[in-house]
């Protein structure tokens, strides 16, 4: 077999069983290469208030709650008549990583009046 063939054979595998390996360690629960919490730990609820509804590139975060219920009555309070931000947009999100330089959060699921 030629050298250069044999090369190539020789990295096809090593990348196929390195994608391999990653899917594996995926489906057995191994912890994702992520920056939210550790898969099996307690969900983590996020609030979101978007004061501007036409512009929801500016949100605030109300705070951190350990159920939906809790986050959900946190927004909607805040987004209430007569409330600070009456009228915002309000979600909540379930195990957000760390934001960005641009403040953005990514989250697993997000519930919310959004728009």
Do not use: Q
């Amino acid at each position: 077999m030629d050298p250069r063939t044999r090369w190539f054979y020789v990295v096809a595998f090593a990348i196929f069983a390195g994608s391999l390996a990653v899917a594996v360690a995926r489906c057995e629960g191994a912890p994702s290469f992520d920056s939210g919490p550790p898969r099996g730990g307690p969900d983590e609820w996020l609030g979101f208030v978007y004061p501007d509804p036409a512009f929801l590139g500016r949100h605030e975060v109300v705070g951190a709650f350990p159920s939906l219920n809790e986050c959900l009555r946190a927004v909607r309070a805040e987004t209430a008549p007569g409330a600070r931000h009456e009228g915002g947009v309000y979600e909540c999100g379930v195990n957000c990583g760390d934001s960005d330089a641009a403040g953005t959060f990514t989250c697993e699921r997000t519930v919310g009046n959004e728009r």
